[in-house]
Nanobody, 129 residues
């Protein structure tokens, strides 16, 4: 069972940057497809970005494409999300997630919350205008 712990959230002004990290425990991390989702108050959880086991394939929501970059370091069991040009619309709790049964996902599966069977507790990102 992969356990996930997010960090790096905080308060930032519009136009600023943050880097989120997700520390994973367990020997299967390097074989897992991983993703970031976010959930704003009163809204459903939405897909942000995903990455396959070796980083060769990545997927992004249209709303973050060109501003966010997902990456992973399998040697350190770490998933990251670099967020640039932040806007108030990016305010949400950000979650990392792991698919413990698949290493590679297609774009539809990668963006679907039920694909993933391990979730972190989330980290709050607040962007002020």
């Amino acid at each position: 069972q992969v356990q996930l712990v997010e960090s790096g959230g905080g308060l930032v002004q519009a136009g600023g940057s943050l880097r989120l990290s997700c520390a994973a425990s367990g020997r299967t991390f390097r074989a897992n497809a991983m993703a970031w989702f976010r959930q704003a108050p009163g809204k459903e959880r939405e897909f942000v970005a995903a990455i396959n086991w070796n980083g060769a394939s990545t997927y992004y929501a249209d709303s973050v494409k060109g501003r966010f970059t997902v990456s992973r370091d399998n040697a350190k069991n770490t998933l990251s999300l670099q967020m640039n040009s932040l806007s108030p619309e990016d305010t949400a709790v950000y979650f990392c997630a792991a698919d413990q049964t698949r290493s590679t996902l297609g774009n539809i599966a990668a963006a679907t919350p039920r694909t993933y069977d391990s979730w972190g507790q989330g980290t709050q990102v607040t962007v002020s205008s």
